[in-house]
C-alpha cells in the first residue's frame, strides 16, 4: 500500500473505532434508562425492554482507550502535545457537564444523587474520588481511572520507556494477581489506595486496547516483523485475560477477547458496517453523551413518570433528548473549545520557534 492510500485509510479506520465508542456509549444509556432506573426508582411499571448488559460498554471504553492513548503517545513531537490534545478532549465538556448536572439535579431533585455546590465544584480534577467526594454524576468513576492510566502512560513516556510498556502492564497486573491471590487463599485485604491508585481493576482492559494498537501497527506492509514484540503482545494479552478470568470470571475474559478481536478488526477497516453515517455521528457524540445522560436523564424520565406518561415513551424521550444535547455540547463546546486549545498551542509553539531566529 502506498503512503497516500495508508492515509486515505487511516480515517476510516479510526472512524470504525470511534463508532465502536458510539455503540458502547449507547448501551451504557439504554442500560441506565431500563435496568439501573428501575432498580433505584421503582416505578410503577417496567420498560417492555431491558438491557442488563448495557454497562459492559465501559468495558469496551477502556479497550478503545488502551489503543488510542497509546497511539497517541506514539505519536506526540513533545510531552505538551499529550498533556494539550487530552486536556482539549476531556475538560471543556467535563466541566460544563458538571454545571448543567449539578443545576438539573438542584432544581428538579434526584433521591440519592444530590451533591453540595463545594463537592461539585470539587469534581473539576476528576480524582476528587480520592477524598472520597461523590461524583456530581455516578458515570465520573470511570473518568478517574481513565486519568490515572493518562497520568501512568505519560509517566513511561516521560522516562523514555514507552518501548517498555510491556513490562509495566507485566508488573501492573503481577501487583493484580498478588491482591487476588492475598483475597483468595489468605483472606487478607491488601490497601485499597494502591488498587485504586493504580488502576488495578481496569489495568488488564487498557492492557489489551495497547495490545491491539501494537498488533494494528504489525499488521501495515510497511512495518518490519519483530517477534519479539509480538512474543511480549501475546504474552501480555493472556496474562490481562488470565488477570481477567480470575478477577472477574471466565465469561468476562471470555468477552474481554471477544472485544479485543473486534477493536482489533475495527482498526484494521474490517468491519465495513461500523462506516453508516449514523454510528459515525454517534461516535462523535459519545463522550458528551456519557457525560450528561444518567442524572439529567433520570431526572427528565422522573418528571415525566409524574405527569402519568408511559414508560416505554418515556424511555424514548430521554434517549431522544440525551442525544440531542449531546450533539448540541459537541458542536458548541467540544469542538469549538477543543479546537481553540490547540490552535493556542500552536501558535505558542510557532511563538517560540520564530523568537531564536528575530534575535
Known sequence: MSSTARAAAAPTRLDQVDALRGLAALAVVFFHYTTQHQKLFTPATAASFSVPWGHLGVNLFFIISG????????????????????????????????????TVVSIFGLPGKEVSAWQAAANVVMLHGFAHIPHV?????????????????????????????????????????????????????????LHRALFLGTAPWFALGICVRQLTQLAEPTTTPAPALKRSIAISVLLA?????????????VLAASLTLVVHAAALGRL?????????????I???????????????????????????????????????????????????????????????QQGHTASPRSV
Not at 492513548?69 to 513533545?78: E, K, N, V, W, Y
Not at 459519545?286 to 439529567?296: A, G, K, M, V, W
Open 272 to 284: 465495513p458496517m461500523l462506516r453508516l453515517r449514523l454510528l459515525g455521528w454517534l461516535g462523535a
Open 67 to 102: 489503543f488510542v492513548i497509546f497511539m497517541t503517545l506514539d505519536r506526540c513531537r513533545q510531552p505538551m502535545d499529550f498533556v494539550v490534545s487530552r486536556f482539549s478532549r476531556l475538560f471543556p465538556s467535563y466541566w460544563l457537564a458538571i454545571a448543567l448536572t449539578f
Open 137 to 193: 454524576d455516578g458515570v465520573y468513576w470511570t473518568l478517574e481511572v481513565e486519568m490515572l492510566f493518562y497520568i501512568a502512560m505519560f509517566t513511561l513516556y516521560r522516562v523514555g520507556q514507552l518501548s517498555a510498556v510491556h513490562r509495566a502492564i507485566a508488573v501492573l497486573l503481577s501487583i493484580k494477581l498478588v491482591y487476588l491471590a492475598c483475597a483468595q487463599f489468605l483472606s487478607i485485604d491488601l490497601p485499597w489506595i
Open 286 to 348: 459519545s463522550y458528551p453523551l456519557y457525560l450528561l445522560h444518567e442524572n439529567i436523564g433520570w431526572v427528565l424520565m422522573n418528571q415525566l413518570l409524574a405527569r402519568g406518561m408511559p414508560i416505554d415513551v418515556v424511555v424514548a424521550l430521554a434517549l431522544l433528548f440525551s442525544l440531542a444535547l449531546a450533539h448540541l455540547i459537541t458542536q458548541w463546546v467540544e469542538r469549538p473549545a477543543m479546537a481553540a486549545i490547540r490552535r493556542r498551542w500552536a501558535q505558542r
Open 241 to 253: 485475560l488470565l488477570t481477567i478470568a480470575w478477577g472477574e470470571g471466565w465469561h468476562m475474559a
